[in-house]
């Protein structure tokens, strides 16, 4: 067995079940979850798409939520801009999932974020 930690790729981790992501701190967690929940809402490599109400995402304090929180809601808006071609600066995640939904459904994924 290796020592080398598993990387998750947010564009391709199965989205069905329950999921754990532990991780030391500065890793990157929020930022994973955040996009994983951009998918879940689409629906993409998933069997439905959800709405925010049948995700549960939880964290260990307060402020830790609030933080979770903000960054999820930033997250959503950033996608729907991306996805509505706005100009912005998307990063590579947000590339590929464009380019994995394709033109027609990118305008109707964006609505739905």
Known sequence: MS???NQLAPLTF???GSRL???SAGTGKTWTI???YVRLV????APRALLPAEILVMTFTKA???ELSERIRARLAEAAAVLRG???TPDAFLTALA???GEERRLEAAWRL
């Open 14 to 16: 199965p989205l069905h």
């Open 21 to 23: 992501i532990e991780a």
């Open 42 to 45: 689409l629906g993409h490599g």
């Open 3 to 5: 020592n080398v930690a």
């Open 99 to 101: 380019a994995d939904l």
């Open 64 to 66: 830790a939520t609030r």
């Open 34 to 36: 955040a996009a994983l």
């Open 86 to 88: 706005e100009p912005a």
